[in-house]
């Protein structure tokens, strides 16, 4: 809630943490709609990244390591109105913990694509993010 305070603001909630996956879900509401009577994209950017973020900053605090991690870029699309309620999934952690101990093994920044996709109510698709992370171990 501290560290993304709009994140809360407009619903956006950690539901599961594994060292394997992260699960994040958004309802649609008033305070993150679009003039579409949708959810409004950013809003769907927050979820996904948050799914794949989560993951990243539980390796890192397992590592007890000093490691940056960064967003370099991002690929989205959307494939159908996000209404209701919108469970976002990565189940990238093996790819993560293999990526942060390359980093440390070598001391070189590594850099990781992870994915999140938006499932709605009904099981459809409604967005598929995509986001590549920068680590570095710290000096």
Not at 52 to 71: N, Q
Request: aromatic content about 10%.
């Amino acid at each position: 809630m501290f560290k993304l305070p709009s994140a809360y603001m407009c619903g956006v909630r950690t539901t599961k943490l594994t060292e394997e996956f992260c699960e994040v879900k958004v309802k649609h509401r008033w305070i993150n709609q679009n003039p579409f009577n949708s959810m409004f994209w950013a809003v769907q950017g927050m979820a996904a990244e948050l799914t794949t973020g989560a993951l990243v900053m539980s390796y890192i605090r397992a590592s007890d390591k000093k490691i940056s991690m960064l967003v370099l870029n991002n690929k989205a699309h959307f494939s159908k109105k996000a209404t209701g309620r919108i469970t976002f999934l990565c189940n990238q952690g093996t790819d993560v913990r293999e990526a942060i101990n390359r980093t440390i093994e070598t001391g070189e920044g590594q850099t990781i694509w992870m994915h999140a996709k938006g499932i709605d109510e009904n099981g459809d698709e409604v967005s598929d993010f995509s986001f590549e992370w920068t680590l570095k171990v710290k000096e």
